[in-house]
Each structure stands twice: as C-alpha cells, then as structure tokens.
C-alpha cells in the first residue's frame, strides 16, 4: 500500500456499492455505522510510529439477526479497496482481495473490538509492517495470547476458514474478493490443527457445532 490519494469515481462507486448494496442483500440492516479504525488503535496495540491516512477509513460493521439468520455478523470493510489500481478491472482481485467476517450468537463487544484488531493487523501485514510475514490467508491460525472474550473463555486462538454461509466470490465494480470467516478455537485445537490440517479441525468443529458461529462459551471439543 503505497501514500497515492486515490481519485476516480469508480474507486467511490465500488465502495459504496459494497456497503450500501451488497452488504445490506447479504446481512440485512448493518447499522447505523461502520465503527472505523482509529490512530490509536494501530499506535497504541500496534506500536506503530507512522500510518497512513487512508488505513483509518477502514472498519467493521455490527450486524443484527435477521429473518433467516438468528447471529450476530461482524463484518470489516476496507480491505477490498482497490487502492493501488489506476483503473477497474471486475475480474481482477480487488485490494486485498478478501473482507473478514466473526459471526456470534449474541451481541458482543469483544468481537467488534477483535475485528477491528485483526483489519489492522492485515493492513500493517500488507504493508511491510512485520518483515518476513504476509497477509493473513485462509487456513492461517492466529495466537490471541488471551480469553477472545477479554474475560473467561477457553478459546485463544482464532482460525481464519473459507466463509461457509458466504462462500461465494463477490464482485465490485473494482473487482472481486472473498469473505474469510474467524473462527475461535482452543490452543490445544490450534495443535490438532497443525498436525492435521486446518481444513480437518474445521470439519470436526461444524459437526460439533462449534463453528462457523463462535460461542466464546463452549468447550474444546476433542477428547481428552
């Protein structure tokens, strides 16, 4: 991600076509707002001495239940900006190519908050920002080093899976992407994951029903 002010009204029509059109027939009513990234957030967590302007128009919609779906859908925004391309190309990748969603069976702050960590993260990976180590891609795992609810769950870890409900790949005037879905999992999930495969964990998460909806209440699934 380059510091180029991006100009063109396709680059405005994209985005508002995602947030306006696609999420709303996707997720039904997201809101009153996206709860964009702030300075502080990429500074303080982040420990960064510089960012760049357009990182913090980035951010994460609250979706609630609707008629057909009973969970809550966090869902970020920003990541499929095609901020580096002079011109649309719809069946090119657009931006990072992908949106990262958290779904929960209640209204949770912690998973807002985790959300927005994780938008960051990306973009601080795209960026360089972490020397040796690339976007966050499907099957990656990422160590929380803490409960994901901030308080007592046994989940602390996340996997990042292909989104089961929506899968599809979604197209923007600017492009296509996919939504990549977290998903929380224990530690010791985390390292059957590793020796198995993250795709195998995810399979015997579905059948326990421990995914792809994360209940920061349930217990580590596998055997003792």
């Not at 760049?52 to 609707?66: A, Y």
């Not at 899976?161 to 599809?168: I, R």
């Not at 996919?178 to 993250?198: D, M, P, W």
Request: with cysteine.
């Amino acid at each position: 991600m380059g510091t180029n002010e991006r100009s063109g009204a396709w680059f405005e029509d994209a985005w508002e076509f995602r947030e306006e059109t696609l999420y709303c027939s996707l997720f039904g009513d997201v809101g009153p707002g996206i709860y964009a990234l702030d300075t502080e957030l990429f500074t303080t967590q982040f420990r960064q001495a510089s960012i760049d302007p357009r990182w913090v128009t980035h951010g994460v919609f609250e979706s609630h239940p609707t008629a057909t779906r009973r969970t809550w859908v966090y869902v970020s925004s920003g990541l499929s900006n095609a901020w580096d391309a002079d011109s649309p190309n719809p069946n090119d990748t657009s931006g990072l190519g992908c949106e990262f969603i958290l779904e929960c069976p209640s209204q949770s702050q912690w998973a807002l908050v985790l959300l927005r960590s994780m938008v960051a993260f990306q973009i601080l990976l795209a960026a360089g920002r972490f020397p040796g180590k690339g976007p966050l891609q499907t099957w990656d795992r990422v160590p929380l080093r803490a409960p994901i609810d901030g308080a007592s769950s046994a989940l602390d870890w996340l996997l990042l899976a292909p989104s089961s409900n929506f899968g599809e790949i979604q197209q923007l005037p600017s492009g296509q992407f996919i939504f990549l879905q977290f998903i929380g999992i224990t530690k010791r999930e985390a390292a059957y994951a590793r020796k198995n495969g993250s795709d195998t964990l995810l399979q015997l998460l579905r059948e326990r029903g421990a995914a792809p909806v994360t209940d920061p209440r349930r217990q580590e699934i596998l055997h003792h």
